[in-house]
């Protein structure tokens, strides 16, 4: 059955480098099709929708919207609020008083939540609607999707910035502490182990939220790579936490904040930085340690882009709208790795997506808690696209002392 209507499109939760790139594929391939009057998209996600807050899309240059498929962040706007029933209620009236029958959301795990209710909604009214969930992250934390857009372009920055910390640890040695984002799952810090190509480079230390991290380990693990190589570099999950489950950020707060979904707020201070640099200042005493919480540009750096994260990006876009155009369906789109590196889309239960986090596998993550394994490096390397560049070093030979033997 055909069903005609209007179609509308949001953007959720975290900006990505190559979000804009499913907003555009959705739009573009939602035009194609006859049966849709018009192509809208809501500012400032879910409460642009409540509110009303629509761009008509259908009157946008087709060269324009290619420009902004290749400009980082959310070119809709985007929002936090974590809609409750009553609010995918006034969400669905909203639909449903615009005509709208096809509605696609980029975003997360909450995102994908949204919709089920939505569509759920759709259903007791007995109003046809396509509601299909559109993946992206840069956490890489959504369920039965091998990769989730949004990653590669952010691994790609994480590791591109992990090589320049080596260089610069390597030339003036000491310890390095980069805090990169992550609540549940770490495979955003564990692809700065990409930006190892010698022996002794850095990251020597991973330390991810799925292992607990307990810090007179922690302490031993730094001192012997400093023995080793005197220096260190290490990259930290903004999310590792002590054995109750607990984040370490948590104990340096008196007063403890918290977001709109209720959870402790990790990003915005440097302060989990700061005390793993006084512990190791104190206990190892090692002067020069240094600290750095990467923070947005993780997210929405202009120019550190994978090509195969922007075209997968697009195509999850591309697939909504013809799921739910061509075979009148519901779901979340799902990437699922084929082969050496191939990929295929296709259409999962929205429940098997909603609401749920993916971490990082056992087999990723070393028997000691500290670094990622082989089988990681494996995983994640194509993500990075086929343009990444490595450093090199000097291999000329050294001129014999003549003065100082």
Known sequence: MTIEGKVLIAQGGGPTAVINQSLVGAVLEARKFTQVTKVYGAINGVHGIINE???????ETTHNLEQVA?????ALLSTRDKPDEK????????????????FFYVGGNDSADTVRIVNQQAK???????AIHIPKTIDNDLMINDHTPGYGSAAKYITNAFIGVNLDNRALPGVYIGVVMGRHAGFLAASAALAKKYEDDGPHLIYLPEKVFKIDKFLIDVKNVYEKYGRCVIAVSEGIADENGVPIIASLMEKIEKDAHGNIQLSGTGALGDLLCKY??????????????FGYPQRSFMGCYSDVDMNEAREVGEK????????NVDGSIT??????????YRLTSIEQVAGKTKVMPDDFINKECNNVTDA???YARPLLGSDMHYAHRLRAIRVPKILNK
């Open 70 to 74: 290749m400009t980082p962040s959310s």
């Open 87 to 102: 609010y995918c209620r006034e969400i669905f009236t909203v639909l449903k008083g615009h005509d709208i029958r096809y």
């Open 280 to 293: 190791i200042r104190n206990k190892l005493n090692i002067s020069r340690v240094r600290s750095d919480t």
């Open 320 to 327: 909504a709208a013809q799921f739910a155009l061509w075979d």
């Open 124 to 130: 007791i009214a007995n109003y046809d609607l396509r």
């Open 53 to 59: 807050n629509f761009y008509d899309l259908s009157r």
């Open 376 to 378: 990681f490096l494996s």
């Open 335 to 344: 990437i699922h790795r084929t082969g050496h590196y191939s990929v295929d």
